[in-house]
């Protein structure tokens, strides 16, 4: 994984801030630099070296073209004989070349051909045109922002900042979609005003300082005629094939393993893949197995199952326990890779585990997005939650804390932005309650995952890749029955019986439970201190209630008030309030109300 960077104006842009500006992703990728300067155009690479480790440093050339790339292709070899056969010849063994000899033969119908993650540029010379593309679920980030005659695009939104091309303002579109939606985003928000986030599945074409924006790729709706035996199978099959497809690197692989069915699956079917012993790596916070309560959506804690799934498939098992001092610690450090207020102690621990993991390996598999098109969430089959985005269930909550001079009404953006989701389906998909449901799941909350472990391991400088994440598996599980994947009162029930054989079954038939988030009153008693400290600044006495922040900082009551999902209560939201002033500060933002 690495970052890429482009400027294109009219005149040169300046060398030594185009470095800066690449520097500020370092962490994205050290093993290079690289960068190409022409008259128009300046292109930025920084690599973290998975594939080709001694030939595939970037920005890469093929006659008019010029490359820079972030992801990884998973039909790499299919795609490279293809192109053999038509009579490309490579000089790497990188996926890299793949794709730019792909786009060379087969030009923007490229995309159709691509499996795996990626956010690259491609600039031709000659027509003086840039291309740039995402992959189809969002799993590698991409920002863009035209001002006048300028174009800037990034892996990050601090170097687009640090261009001075745009500057860091809020206005009350901004701040309606942050507050209403946080720490989730509008689908293509680049959070700031003017800068942009090209969408998971769109290419943007730049040209004579025009943008043409289009959609490659979407979910089709088809009457489904496979029973649930015959389902079960092709499930089986094209997760199996996922995974051993996103086992190809040139260097050691590890996978995430918390006991759950998405990461024990995983693993066990790498380590059956595997040659060599499979490391495996689990994290817990400091003493939480102390303060740790049963509600409706952690149901257990998760060692137990890790030491089964270990001991079964005979894999290196590393655990690894953060500090309560340490989770604290990092709210910053994990600001700064997000570049706006994020999932505060879940960010924290996923940026320190990397780091732990960074050690000794570079590549991790981990099981993100199986909840999301396999039914997995609570709110999928409880009423209660039955909401526009139903991980939102606290709007009015939202509201309140809202400064009353501030005319910004939340539950109307959130109904604004769920419409013209919708919208994008086919009408008949827009009666459907599991189709709107699946795919408002995507678009926001799987995303909003995806991001969460791509700034997190990138900020070790690792690489996680997701096999649930594949398109054959989406595709297919968009057109099945509800029914087949929860039944009888179990969640991902498709999922479950079609491994039956693989896994261990206290493994395979636990209840689901989120990410571990700390468990500790020490969070909670640190982060009131960092917010009361912080108020005192007044950063945030413009946007919000500070009676009411107050109200919630001095009330010991409700400590599960709802702000996010099954992992954001009570002392998230007050370590997410911590990050938003901090926020305000270190990124000089304007508010523009």
Same mark, same amino acid.
């Given at each position: ?13 300046? *060398?030594? %801030? ?15 630099? #690289? ?12 690599? +973290? ?9 970037? $920005? ?10 972030? #992801? ?16 490309? &010849? ?68 601090? $170097?687009? %900042? ?45 040209? *004579? @300082?025009?943008?043409? =924006? ?127 207020? #994020? ?5 924290? &621990?996923?940026?320190?585990? &990397? ?5 000794? *390996?570079?590549?991790?598999?981990? #099981? ?21 985005? $139903? ?14 001079? =501030?005319?910004?009404? +939340? ?55 997701? /096999? ?44 689901? @439970?989120?990410? /571990? ?35 919630? +900082? ?8 709802? !702000? ?6 009570? $002392?998230?939201?007050?370590?997410? +309030?911590?990050?938003?002033?901090? !926020? ?10």
């Amino acid at each position: 994984m690495c970052a890429i960077l482009g400027v294109l104006q009219k005149e040169e842009f300046n *060398h030594d %801030l185009f470095m800066s500006m690449l520097e500020a992703m370092n962490n994205r990728g050290k093993d290079n630099t #690289g960068y190409y300067f022409s008259n128009n155009i300046s292109l930025g690479h920084k690599r +973290l070296a998975i594939r080709d480790l001694e030939n595939g440093n970037q $920005p890469m050339f093929y006659k008019n073209y010029v490359i820079v790339y972030n #992801g990884e292709i998973y039909n790499t070899e299919e795609l490279k004989e293809d192109l053999l056969n038509k009579g490309y &010849s490579f000089t790497t063994t990188s996926d890299t070349e793949v794709v730019l000899k792909g786009y060379a033969e087969y030009k923007v119908k490229v995309l159709d051909k691509l499996e795996g993650i990626f956010a690259f540029a491609i600039y031709n010379k000659r027509k003086k045109e840039l291309f740039i593309a995402r992959d189809r679920f969002g799993v590698k980030p991409l920002f863009y922002a035209k001002k006048k005659n300028r174009f800037i695009f990034s892996s990050m939104i601090k $170097p687009i %900042l640090k261009s001075k091309i745009v500057k860091p303002i809020l206005t009350k579109k901004e701040l309606a979609e942050i507050l209403s939606l946080g720490p989730s985003k509008r689908s293509g928000s680049g959070v700031f005003k003017d800068i942009n986030e090209l969408r998971p599945a769109h290419y943007l074409i730049y040209k *004579h @300082n025009k943008i043409k =924006i289009k959609r490659y790729w979407q979910l089709k709706s088809k009457k489904c005629t496979d029973n649930f035996e015959e389902a079960k199978l092709k499930v089986f099959k094209i997760l199996t094939d996922s995974i051993k497809r996103q086992m190809v690197s040139d260097i050691p692989i590890a996978t995430l393993l918390s006991g759950g069915l998405d990461s024990s699956l995983i693993t066990a079917l790498t380590a059956i893949n595997s040659k060599d012993k499979l490391t495996t790596y689990s994290i817990d916070y400091e003493d939480n197995s102390k303060y740790f309560k049963k509600n409706n959506f952690t149901v257990s804690e998760d060692k137990h199952y890790i030491d089964v799934m270990s001991k079964t498939f005979n894999t290196n098992h590393q655990y690894k326990t953060i500090t309560q001092n340490d989770v604290v610690k990092l709210l910053e450090d994990t600001l700064n890779l997000r570049d706006y207020p #994020g999932m505060t102690d879940i960010d924290s &621990s996923l940026y320190w585990f &990397s780091k732990e993991i960074s050690k000794n *390996h570079k590549v991790i598999l981990s #099981g993100e997005c199986a909840d999301e098109i396999f039914g997995g969430y609570p709110w999928f089959y409880r009423k209660e939650l039955d909401n526009l985005f $139903p991980w939102i269930n606290n709007i009015d909550y939202r509201q309140k804390l809202l400064n009353p001079n =501030i005319k910004i009404n +939340l539950n109307k953006t959130l109904k604004k932005e769920y419409q013209r989701m919708i919208k994008e389906l086919p009408k008949k998909d827009r009666k459907d309650k599991y189709k709107k449901l699946f795919y408002i799941n995507m678009t926001h909350f799987m995303t909003t995952l995806l991001d969460r472990k791509d700034r997190m391991t990138m900020g070790a400088t690792i690489e996680a890749r997701v /096999p649930f994440a594949d398109t054959k598996l989406i595709e297919y599980l968009w057109n099945l029955p509800f029914d087949y994947k929860y039944k009888e009162g179990c969640e991902k029930y498709l999922l479950r019986v079609a491994f039956k054989d693989i896994i261990p079954d206290e493994v395979l038939y636990r209840k689901k @439970n989120p990410y /571990p988030k700390t468990h500790h009153p020490y969070f909670l008693n640190e982060v009131k201190k960092l917010l009361k400290e912080r108020l005192k600044k007044g950063n945030l006495d413009e946007i919000f209630n500070i009676d009411e922040i107050n109200k919630l +900082l001095e009330d010991n009551n409700d400590y599960d008030i709802p !702000w996010f999902g099954q992992l954001m209560t009570k $002392p998230q939201l007050i370590a997410y +309030l911590y990050q938003f002033d901090l !926020w305000i500060e270190k990124y000089n933002i304007e508010i523009k109300l």
